[in-house]
Nanobody, 115 residues
Framework: QVQLVESGGGLVQAGGSLRLSCAAS????????MGWYRQAPGKQRELVAV???????NIADSVKGRFTISRDYAKNTVYLQMNSLKPEDTAVYYC?????????WGQGTQVTVSS
């Protein structure tokens, strides 16, 4: 089993910054993909940014240039630095780890951006 523990959400004004962290533990294999998804009220969950073991990233167009994803491989931790936040970034952000055909999810952390 894999456990994901997220931290760093909160309330911020438009234009502000937040940093999310997600620490993975348990049965983790070296070849995995870690990243972040988000779900706003009434909307489907969508990819925000993911990074594979080799450092290749996939970042949503809506956050390119504002959000940065990074990993600490030794700590099995993934980070999401969110700058220039907009009200439309308001959502529950979920950490994700994909390995061996299975998806694992964190409990979610609320990010609220006020205008």
């Amino acid at each position: 089993q894999v456990q994901l523990v997220e931290s760093g959400g909160g309330l911020v004004q438009a234009g502000g910054s937040l940093r999310l962290s997600c620490a993975a533990s348990g049965s983790i294999v070296s070849s995995n993909i870690m990243g972040w998804y988000r779900q706003a009220p009434g909307k489907q969950r969508e990819l925000v940014a993911v990074v594979d073991r080799g450092g290749d990233t996939n970042i949503a167009d809506s956050v390119k240039g504002r959000f940065t994803i990074s990993r600490d491989y030794a700590k099995n931790t993934v980070y999401l630095q969110m700058n220039s936040l907009k009200p439309e970034d308001t959502a529950v952000y979920y950490c994700n780890l994909y390995q061996r055909g299975s998806n694992y999810w964190g409990q979610g952390t609320q990010v609220t951006v006020s205008s």
